[in-house]
């Protein structure tokens, strides 16, 4: 009998244990989860703001630059050769893409 009790007293003593290790753990977790959560949350932010101000600014460059080219060369030609730019810009962007997420 008295070896059947200490026996319990084993199991609820590990129990115990392994309890106080698990909020331990799950606490440093969580803290870690909400800090890469907040980190997400600031890069999507700073993210939905900037494409819009950055897809509006390409496209006043290649306003500026079809209207300087068109005074020297006329419209269709500059036209052509601004999209021509902007089509290498964008080559460019998706090449450099490729290239830092290959594996």
Known sequence: MKSLAELIVAIADLAEAEG???????????????????????????????????????CLVAIGIALWL????????????????ALAAGGACIWLFRRMTAR
Request: no cysteine; proline share 4%; charged share 15%.
């Open 20 to 58: 106080r290790s698990f909020v331990t753990v799950a606490r440093q977790e969580g803290s870690k989860l909400r800090e890469i959560t907040r980190s997400l949350a600031v890069g999507l932010v700073v993210l939905v703001v900037a494409v819009p101000l950055l897809s509006i600014g390409a």
């Open 70 to 85: 068109e005074g020297h060369l006329g419209r269709p030609v500059a036209a052509t050769l601004t999209g021509i730019i």
